[in-house]
C-alpha cells in the first residue's frame, strides 16, 4: 500500500491497464533491483491473496484458508455484515473481496462437517473412542484401502488425521466417555472439498477401522 505516494492522474494497473484513481486500494510494485525504482502499481482486482490463488488454480483448501472461511461465516452469514465494522480494515477488505470464494467454502467446511458427524457416529463413538481410552501409547496407525488413518491425541482431544497421496484432512474428537453425541469436527485440511469428502465418506463406509500402536505417528495432522 502506498504511504507517501502521490498518485498520478493516468496512473493505470500494469496488468489489467485499467486506471486508478483516488482512494482505490492499490498495490505498489518495486523493481527486484532493490533501488527502490517503482516497476507499476497493480488494482486490487488483480492482486488476489495467495491463497486465495492457489485456491482458485487447484481447488485445494488449506486449514488456514478453512478458518478464514469459518470466520466469514460469522461475519458475513450469521451477522449479515453487521459486524464488519467491528475488523481491522485489511479483514474487513479480505472477507468482502473474496467474499463469494470464502462463501463457497463456508459450504464445503458444511458438507465434510456433517461427514465428520457420520464418521463419528459409526467409528469414533462405538468402539474407536474406548479402543483409544484403553491404550496406553499415544501414537497409532490404520489402513483404510489406499488411505492411512493416524491417531494421536492429548489433553483430551483426539486427532484422527486421513491421509491419501497428497492430501490429508484431519478430524477432532472428545475422549471423553460420557459424551455419546457427536460434537467433533475438523481440525486440518489439505485437500480439495470434494476429495476430503470422498476421504472421509471411504472411510465411514469401511465395516471397522483397526488402529495398532505406531510410535512414528507424533501429532498426526499436526
Ligand atoms: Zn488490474
Known amino acids: 500500500m502506498g504511504k507517501a505516494y502521490t498518485l498520478d492522474k493516468?496512473?493505470?494497473?500494469?496488468?489489467?491497464?485499467n486506471p486508478i484513481k483516488e482512494g482505490d486500494i492499490f498495490t505498489i510494485i518495486y523493481a527486484d533491483d532493490g533501488s527502490g525504482k517503482i516497476e507499476h502499481l497493480l488494482c486490487d482486482n488483480c492482486e488476489v491473496d495467495d491463497m486465495i490463488q492457489e485456491y482458485r488454480n487447484t481447488g485445494i483448501v488449506s486449514s488456514k484458508l478453512s478458518m478464514e472461511a469459518a470466520m466469514a461465516e460469522v461475519h458475513?452469514?450469521?451477522?449479515?455484515?453487521?459486524?464488519?465494522h467491528r475488523l481491522r480494515a485489511d479483514a474487513r477488505h479480505f472477507l468482502l473481496k473474496y467474499k463469494k470464494d470464502l462463501l463457497e467454502l463456508v459450504e464445503g467446511?458444511?458438507?465434510?462437517?456433517?461427514?465428520?458427524q457420520k464418521f463419528e457416529e459409526k467409528h469414533w463413538l462405538p468402539y474407536i473412542k474406548k479402543y483409544w481410552n484403553d491404550a496406553t501409547m499415544r501414537g497409532h496407525e490404520a489402513k483404510i484401502g489406499d488411505m492411512k488413518a493416524m491417531m494421536w491425541g492429548s489433553a483430551g482431544r483426539v486427532l484422527i488425521t486421513l491421509e491419501k497421496g497428497k492430501y490429508d484432512l484431519t478430524m477432532i474428537f472428545s475422549d471423553y466417555e460420557g459424551q455419546t453425541t457427536p460434537n467433533g469436527g475438523q481440525q486440518g485440511i489439505h485437500a480439495p472439498v470434494s476429495i476430503a469428502l470422498d476421504m472421509i465418506e471411504t472411510a465411514t463406509k469401511a465395516e471397522k477401522i483397526k488402529f495398532e500402536v505406531e510410535e512414528k505417528v507424533k501429532l498426526a495432522g499436526l
Open 10 to 17: 493516468k496512473a493505470k494497473c500494469g496488468q489489467c491497464k
Open 109 to 116: 467446511n458444511k458438507k465434510i462437517g456433517d461427514a465428520i
Open 76 to 84: 458475513l452469514v450469521e451477522f449479515k455484515g453487521d459486524s464488519l
